[in-house]
């Protein structure tokens, strides 16, 4: 069977005749609308999209992007950073070996990093691609919490212990006087008109748990306004907000992804932390899927979180490879990052860091 491989690049490389329909069923983080999202707010990425075809027709796809910094090309999967679940979709072995092939292939001249981050652990064109690089490391990433329905009972989803807890977090918020605003929308407006809060309690939220703030990169900040508004005004979205006191509380920003809803970002603001606002939004998420009879799944995405594995009734593992041009560049890699692990936990720096988070 004739194989046939290029190359496309550029803003619109994914302007090519066959990819929605091999992207077709795979995860909303892995199909166009996530990947020209991420591609139209990194404009210091280079998109690249390998593409295989087997007698004519689109059978393999690589979904990269690429920057030089000096010398060094650095090649990611596009949507690199935000992605919880990353595809390089083949539907034939050959096909597979094929795209791996033609990335090796290009990879071959020059100084260069390969980061495939959050992709399946069986997937064969990383597994072809480690067996044909030099210099390459293979680890687990992140896994993905997932709740599967196989009853619509609620109770079955949740421990006595977490039941205990619920009942003891309504009863702080009658002694306070509260009474939990749950909504949730899928209006593609209403979505939009929220994001200016969104950002506020996320950001409040990274810096409540010790980190830089994921929107202080501009380009993180844009991208996350856009995927939501594009999903949004798709009808892909489905957002709850809970309000306490009128003041937002806790969200979970949901896509909608067949039957499976996927939590991709769920805030609360660390000032309803001691009445848990979180738990509330994320009870809340489990009863929606649970009770609603659209999904039959809920997706907490990347993060093996405490208070997602609770409810969860399996965790789907990811991979992430790492490949070098040279030995020396990945020892100068390794030992950066080593150094860097080592300045986090450094009391020192900890609490100057501390001090530069609050007075933000």
Not at 66 to 79: A, F, N, Q, Y
Not at 111 to 132: E, I
Not at 180 to 185: G, K, S
Request: glycine share 6%; hydrophobic share 40%; net charge positive.
């Amino acid at each position: 069977m004739p194989i046939t491989v290029r190359s496309h690049w550029g803003p619109r490389a994914l302007d090519v005749e066959g990819l929605d329909a091999l992207l077709e069923g795979l995860p909303f983080t892995s199909r166009r609308r996530w990947l020209q999202a991420w591609a139209d707010t990194h404009p210091d990425w280079e998109p690249w999209l390998v593409t295989v075809q087997e007698a004519g027709r689109l059978a393999a796809a690589a979904p990269l992007a690429r920057r030089r910094r000096g010398p060094l090309c650095e090649v990611v999967l596009l949507g690199h950073g935000p992605t919880d679940d990353a595809r390089l979709p083949a539907r034939t072995p050959e096909a597979a070996q094929a795209l791996a092939a033609a990335i090796a292939g290009a990879l071959k001249k020059g100084t260069w990093r390969l980061r495939l981050q959050q992709v399946p652990v069986d997937d064969p064109v990383v597994g072809a691609l480690a067996a044909r690089l030099g210099h390459v490391r293979l680890e687990a990433a992140q896994g993905m919490p997932l709740v599967r329905i196989t009853d619509r009972e609620l109770n079955s989803y949740l421990s006595k212990n977490t039941r205990k807890s619920l009942a003891k977090i309504g009863n702080r918020l009658k002694a306070a006087d509260l009474e939990p605003e749950l909504r949730w929308t899928r209006d593609a407006d209403e979505v939009v008109a929220l994001l200016p809060e969104l950002e506020r309690v996320h950001r409040e939220r990274d810096l409540d748990l010790d980190r830089r703030p994921d929107h202080d990169d501009p380009r993180a900040a844009a991208f996350y306004r856009t995927v939501i508004e594009r999903h949004a005004r798709a009808g892909e979205i489905d957002l709850l907000t809970l309000r306490l006191g009128g003041d937002l509380a806790a969200f979970v920003c949901g896509f909608r992804d067949g039957r499976a809803l996927r939590s991709w970002d769920n805030r609360l603001s660390p000032r309803w932390s001691e009445l848990s606002a979180g738990r509330i939004a994320n009870t809340e998420a489990l009863r929606h899927v649970v009770l609603g009879g659209e999904y039959d799944a809920l997706d907490w995405m990347r993060g093996e979180e405490p208070y997602k594995l609770q409810s969860a009734t399996e965790v789907v593992p990811t991979a992430a490879l790492t490949a070098w041009s040279s030995l020396a560049l990945r020892r100068a890699d390794e030992l950066g990052v080593r150094a860097a692990a080592a300045a986090r936990t450094s009391p020192h720096l900890t609490r100057v860091g501390k001090r530069v988070r609050a007075l933000r």
